[in-house]
């Protein structure tokens, strides 16, 4: 049985998922992409995963620093994932950003950030499935007043709770 592109992306579409963008930086400065495809994986140790294109640029930068950060998006930052789901050359154009343990980007407003060393990274067909040792990790302040980036059926959407 042949699955169609198409139809396997209208299908998984059904799925909310939450919006991160991924950073590193590298000796050409800052690189970051958005990823909806991030988990938490084992406590002990702190794991979580999230999977990338193989061939996307801005992965195979990170890649090479062999440490990245997510940063979980609010729902105010729509805007910054637009920017980090484009092809622009330069993503922090105009961007603030900061450090933490491992030197990977920290975008100011992200509801939480998770700071990490790449512990091992599986072939997962099209894209890899990278596993991030937690070095660190941090809520926003205002993390309980605001809601997560939701993506659901090609759009994106906010939280309202039950």
Request: overall charge negative; glycine content about 8%; aromatic content about 8%.
């Given at each position: 049985m042949t699955i169609d592109p198409n139809e396997y992306r209208r299908v998984l579409g059904h799925f909310p998922t939450g919006v991160t963008v991924v950073t590193g930086a590298d000796d050409d400065g800052p690189a970051g992409m958005a990823i909806g495809s991030f988990a938490s994986v084992s406590l002990d140790p702190p794991l979580?995963?999230?999977?990338?294109?193989?061939?996307?640029?801005?992965?195979?930068?990170?890649?090479?620093?062999?440490?990245?950060?997510?940063?979980?998006?609010?729902?105010?930052?729509?805007?910054?994932?637009?920017?980090?789901?484009?092809?622009?050359?330069?993503?922090?154009?105009?961007?603030?950003w900061t450090t933490d343990a491992t030197g990977a980007?920290?975008?100011?407003?992200?509801?939480?950030?998770?700071?990490?060393?790449?512990?091992?990274?599986?072939d997962g067909g099209d894209h890899d499935i990278v596993v991030g040792l937690v070095k660190s990790m941090?809520?926003?302040d205002d993390s309980s007043d605001r809601g997560p980036l939701l993506f659901f059926q090609g759009g994106y959407g906010r939280y309202e709770g039950i």
């Open positions: 979580v995963m999230f999977c990338p294109g193989n061939t996307s640029a801005s992965w195979l930068r990170i890649k090479e620093t062999g440490s990245f950060c997510v940063n979980i998006l609010g729902e105010d930052q729509k805007d910054v994932c637009g920017v980090f789901a484009s092809k622009a050359d330069d993503k922090f154009e105009g961007i603030e980007p920290v975008i100011p407003g992200s509801l939480a950030v998770i700071d990490c060393e790449i512990h091992s990274i599986l941090v809520t926003a």
